[in-house]
């Protein structure tokens, strides 16, 4: 394990950010965040990587149109394939976009497979795209990779953000950094989330609402980045920008 987690950090070591989206329940628009960030980073000219790592239900290859039916280009290691700009990398690769059942060794080792053979090269951002909840994915994810930070995702239901609660507790007590939370399907203007970044000390980091033009965009990256949704994470990015100096910097 050691040994690999050496040559794990050995492929991260020119990637300047790598940014986990993580949720505490699911279905709350985790790969939507994902898809959405590594899509508008791209095109602002930053070097982006985008990593599918939900194994039960990779999804950020549907939203971004892209079909994984051959392998990646293999030399040393494997290639990104690069789309809209997107360095990307899926366990659908692994898992062909079938059904499985996975048990947690299974899991660990196909993360542990993935980041030590993926050759990101240089990046200024690398997305991850995590399943929800506190599974072996995102503590894999933090031992292996401890200098990731994190942005929660959550709905404005008071169930979602009950496990964001638990979530958080977590994610203090491994001292990762947590960049923010992003209220996503919001459709009234409580201050639920708000109220809730302020109780537990975190920043909240903006609201998306609720998108009908969403469904008939999906697959179709042109289409996705002119609908309400990515403006509304164009202005989640600008806070971001301000939330971090460090994050601030590689992007003017
Ligand atoms: N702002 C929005 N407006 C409308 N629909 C949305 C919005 N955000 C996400 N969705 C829809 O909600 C569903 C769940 O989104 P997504 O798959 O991104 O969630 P997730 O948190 O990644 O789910 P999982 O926990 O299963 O990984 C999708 O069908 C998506 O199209
Ligand atoms: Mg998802």
Known sequence: ?????????????????IICIASGKGGVGKSMVASHLALLLSKKGQKVGLLDLDLYGPST??????????????????????????????????????PGAFRGED?????????????????????????????DEILDVIHLLPQSR???VTTPSKVALRAVEKLL?????VEVTLLGVIENMSHKKDH???DFCTRE????????????????AIGLPDKLQ????????????????FSSLKYHKDQT
């Not at 507790?169 to 007590?173: G, P, S």
Request: aromatic letters at 8%; hydrophobic letters at 45%.
């Open 1 to 17: 394990m050691e040994a690999r987690t050496s040559v794990i950090q050995k492929r991260v070591e020119h990637i300047q950010h």
């Open 61 to 98: 290859h549907v939203i971004l149109g892209i079909k994984p039916d051959s392998f990646p280009e293999e030399h040393h290691g494997i290639i990104p394939p690069v789309v809209q700009g997107i360095n990307f990398m899926s366990v659908v690769y692994f898992t062909r976009d079938k």
């Open 107 to 135: 899991i660990s080792n196909i993360i542990l497979e993935l980041l030590a053979i993926t050759q990101w090269g240089e990046l200024d951002y690398l997305i991850i795209d995590l399943p929800p909840g506190i599974g």
């Open 150 to 152: 994190f942005i929660v």
């Open 169 to 173: 507790r977590i994610l203090k007590e």
């Open 192 to 194: 639920m989330v708000t």
């Open 201 to 216: 000390a975190v920043e909240y980091l903006g609201r998306i609402e609720f998108d009908d033009s969403l469904e008939d």
């Open 226 to 241: 002119k609908i309400p949704l990515h403006e509304s994470m164009k202005k989640i990015n600008e806070k971001l920008v």
